[in-house]
């Protein structure tokens, strides 16, 4: 549990994810960090809208099916 709420490691995640996803050449906006420590966490401010978000994904044209694969894919690397 004391790594779940070290946000030096979330961190450490959130460029990994960033990474991942240029890597396959998904569009998506993910937050960078600014300052981190073990207690506290900034990161930028990303427009955009959630991956749960079926409205704006139906208004964006996105094939959530296809969406979904690429993330599960992603997320298993």
Known sequence: MAHE???TREAANLVTVKS????ARLPAA???PLLASRRAL???YEEGFKITD???LA????DTSALMA?????YAQ
Do not use: E, K, S, Y
């Not at 991942?20 to 890597?23: H, Q």
């Not at 690429?70 to 992603?74: G, N, S």
């Open 59 to 62: 208004i964006h044209g996105v």
């Open 20 to 23: 991942n996803l240029a890597a």
């Open 30 to 32: 993910v937050p960078l």
């Open 5 to 7: 709420l070290d946000f």
């Open 42 to 44: 900034v990161m930028t």
């Open 70 to 74: 690429r993330v599960v894919a992603i």
């Open 54 to 56: 079926t409205r704006a």
